[in-house]
C-alpha cells in the first residue's frame, strides 16, 4: 500500500465556489491528507480562486478531476458520506471522531477508505449517500446549522489525525471488493429484476434501488463473493431463457 493510500482520499462532489476547493486542499495539507477528488465543478477547472486559496498546498497540484462521483469511488472499499441522515436510509450514522478512528483501523487492515463531500448549497445526492458504508454528521447547532464546505473537511481532517493511535479493531482485508465491481454487479442484478418484472410500480423503482444497494453495501462483499453472486444471476437468467423455451415447446 502506497503512503498516499494510508490515508483517507477527500471526494468533493459538485463543489460550487472554486474558493471552497483551495481551502479544503490547504485544511488537508495541514493534517497530511493528500489525495483530493474533485467531481464535476461547477466553475470548472482549473480554477485560479483555488489556487489563490490552497496557499501552496500540494494538494492541489496533485488533484483528480473526474466527472461523476461513480468514478470517483471506483477503487475504494470503504467510503463515508458526510450528510445529514436521510429519511429512510439505513445507514450506520458516526460522529467524525467515530468515523476517523474506524477509518485508520480500515487503512491499518489494508481498506483503502474515501470521504465524500457534497455541493454547498443542494448537499449529498441521495445516490451518492447510498454507495456509502456509513454517514458521518456533525453535532451542530439546529438553530443554525449551514456548515461551510471547507469547514467540514477542516473538522474531519483534525480528526484523522487526533484519531492516530487508535487500537485497530479491524482483522486484515486483501479481497473486500472495491467499489468498481460492486457497482457492476448491481447494474447486473438490476438488469434482470428489469427483465423479471420486479420493479413495479415504476415510481417506486428508486427506493427499490436504493434498499437493495443498501443491503448489499451492509455485507462488505468480497471479489470472491461478487463473482459467485454474478455467476448465479447470470445461471438464473439462462434458466429463465430455458424455461420460455420449454413452454414454447
Known amino acids: 500500500m502506497s503512503q498516499q ?9 459538485q463543489p460550487q465556489l472554486g474558493e471552497n476547493i483551495g481551502a479544503a486542499a490547504r485544511v488537508m495539507g495541514n493534517f497530511g491528507l ?52 436521510p429519511r429512510g436510509m439505513e445507514k450506520p450514522v458516526l460522529t467524525a471522531r467515530q468515523g476517523m478512528a474506524e477509518a485508520r483501523a480500515a487503512t491499518a487492515a489494508g481498506e483503502r477508505v474515501a470521504i465524500m463531500f457534497g455541493a454547498e448549497q443542494s448537499g449529498m445526492p441521495n445516490e451518492a449517500v447510498t454507495a456509502a458504508d456509513a454517514i458521518i454528521t456533525l453535532p451542530v447547532d439546529r438553530s443554525f446549522s449551514s456548515l461551510n464546505l ?12 487526533a484519531a492516530e493511535g487508535t487500537p485497530d479493531v479491524f482483522e486484515p482485508v ?9 457497482e457492476r454487479m448491481f447494474v447486473h442484478f438490476e438488469e434482470e429484476l428489469e427483465r423479471a418484472g420486479f420493479f413495479f410500480p415504476p415510481d417506486k423503482t428508486p427506493l427499490m434501488v436504493q434498499n437493495l444497494r443498501n443491503g448489499f453495501i451492509r455485507g462488505r462483499w468480497t471479489l470472491q463473493e461478487v463473482r459467485t453472486f454474478r455467476g448465479a444471476i447470470k445461471a438464473l ?11 414454447k415447446d
Open 34 to 85: 493528500r489525495d483530493l477528488i474533485i467531481v464535476d465543478p461547477r466553475d470548472g477547472w482549473p480554477n485560479p480562486k483555488a489556487v489563490s486559496m490552497a496557499a501552496g498546498s500540494p494538494v492541489l497540484d496533485a488533484a483528480t478531476l473526474v466527472p461523476d462521483y461513480q468514478t470517483a469511488i471506483r477503487p475504494f472499499t470503504r467510503i463515508y458520506a458526510t450528510t445529514a441522515r
Open 5 to 13: 493510500d494510508k490515508t483517507p482520499s477527500i471526494i468533493l462532489i
Open 150 to 161: 471547507a469547514q467540514t473537511v477542516a473538522v474531519t481532517a483534525y480528526e484523522w489525525t
Open 174 to 182: 486483501s479481497e473486500i471488493a472495491p467499489r468498481e465491481d460492486l
Open 237 to 247: 437468467a439462462i434458466g429463465r431463457g430455458k424455461a420460455r423455451v420449454e413452454r
